[in-house]
C-alpha cells in the first residue's frame, strides 16, 4: 500500500530524506471499477437530471411523463415531445427550424425569434395530434407576458417538463425561447421568468424586452446601426437578407405573419426524397456450383479441341 518516495537523489538516502506516498488505486479499486454509460463517456446525457425527468411514481405505472427537449444545432433547431419507455425513448411530435421557410421565415433560422417560432409549431403539431388543439389555443397574441396554461373543459392541458441536456441555462438563452413558444401554443410547461432576457433581482421580469426578441426587433436594431455606422460590414454580413428583399422594417412583420401561419397549418408536410443514384459495379456476380463446372467443362472441351487440331 505504501511505496517510498525519495526527494534527494542520493544513490543510498538516509532516513531523513525519505517520504511514504500512499498508495490511492490499489487493487481493489481496479477490481470494484464500473465502466460508466457510454453517453455519459461520451458527455452527452446527463444522467442524474434524466432520472429526475423520467421517473415516475409507482402508483402511476405505465402513465407516459413527457418532456420537451430543445436541441440547438449550428444551423437548426430541434424540438421534440419525447416518452421514455422501456424499450426506449418515443417521440410523440418534433418541429424542426429547417420548416420555417415554409411559413415564411427564410433567414436566421437559428436566432431567438426562430426558437420561439420552433416551439409554437411543435405545440400546435402536439396538440392537433392529440385533438386538443381547439379546446387549448395558447396565447394567440405574442405580447411577452407571462402565461400560464389553465385547465378547460373535461379534458387537463397536455404537459411536458423542459429538458435542455447539458445546455448552461442562462438568463436568456435561446432554450427558453423555445419553451415560452411551446407554453404560449397551448401545452402546460413548469416554469418562470427568471431566464427570460433582461431579468434581474433589482427590477424583475421585462415582458417588452422579451416581446421584441419573440418578434426579432434586436435584429432590426443591429442591422440598422450597421446601415448607419458601417454599410461595407452591413453588406456582407447581411448579403442573404439583402439577396431575399428583407428590409431591417419587415422583420417584425415576418414573424408576425409566420405565428399566424402556424396556427393555421402546424400539419407536417411529407418531403420527397431523392432517387437512389445506381452506380455502375465493376465486381464480377457471383455464380453457383453448377455454373462453375460448366465453366471447366467448357474450357476443358477448348483445349482438347485446340490440342487434336495441332
Do not use: W
Not at 178 to 200: C, I, L, Q, S
Request: net charge positive; aromatic share 10%; proline share 5%.
Amino acid at each position: 500500500l505504501f511505496e517510498p518516495s525519495y526527494s534527494s537523489p542520493l544513490i543510498n538516502p538516509s532516513p531523513l530524506t525519505m517520504s511514504i506516498i500512499k498508495r490511492i488505486k490499489t487493487k481493489a479499486y481496479h477490481k470494484r471499477y464500473q465502466v460508466k454509460f457510454r453517453r455519459r463517456r461520451e458527455g452527452k446525457t446527463d444522467y442524474y437530471a434524466r432520472r429526475k425527468l423520467v421517473t415516475q411514481d409507482r402508483r402511476k405505472y405505465d402513465a407516459p411523463k413527457h418532456r420537451l427537449v430543445v436541441r440547438f444545432t449550428h444551423r437548426d433547431i430541434i424540438c421534440q415531445i419525447i416518452d421514455a419507455k422501456l424499450p426506449g425513448d418515443v417521440v410523440v411530435a418534433s418541429a424542426y427550424a429547417h420548416e420555417l421557410p415554409r411559413y415564411g421565415v427564410k433567414l436566421g433560422l437559428t436566432n431567438y425569434a426562430a426558437a420561439y417560432c420552433t416551439g409554437l409549431l411543435l405545440a400546435r403539431r402536439t396538440l392537433a395530434k392529440l385533438g386538443l388543439g381547439e379546446t387549448y389555443e395558447g396565447q394567440v397574441e405574442a405580447d411577452g407576458e407571462m402565461y400560464n396554461v389553465e385547465p378547460e373543459g373535461d379534458k387537463r392541458p397536455f404537459r411536458a417538463l423542459l429538458d435542455v441536456g447539458l445546455t448552461r441555462t442562462t438568463t436568456g438563452h435561446r432554450v427558453f425561447a423555445a419553451m415560452k413558444g411551446v407554453v404560449d401554443g397551448g401545452v402546460d410547461v413548469p416554469h418562470n421568468e427568471k431566464r427570460f432576457p433582461a431579468y434581474n433581482k433589482e427590477d424583475g421580469f421585462d415582458a417588452e424586452e422579451l416581446k421584441k426578441r419573440i418578434f426579432g426587433e434586436h435584429v432590426q436594431e443591429y442591422m440598422e446601426y450597421l446601415q448607419e455606422e458601417d454599410p461595407e460590414k452591413y453588406e456582407k454580413a447581411f448579403s442573404r437578407y439583402i439577396k431575399e428583399g428583407v428590409e431591417p422594417d419587415g422583420i417584425a412583420d415576418m414573424y408576425k405573419a409566420a405565428h399566424e401561419a402556424i396556427r393555421k397549418d402546424p400539419a407536417p408536410k411529407p418531403t420527397t426524397k431523392k432517387a437512389k443514384t445506381e452506380y455502375k459495379k465493376y465486381n464480377q456476380p457471383k455464380i453457383s456450383y453448377e455454373q462453375r463446372r460448366e465453366n471447366v467443362k467448357t474450357k476443358m472441351a477448348a483445349v482438347l479441341a485446340k490440342a487434336a487440331a495441332e
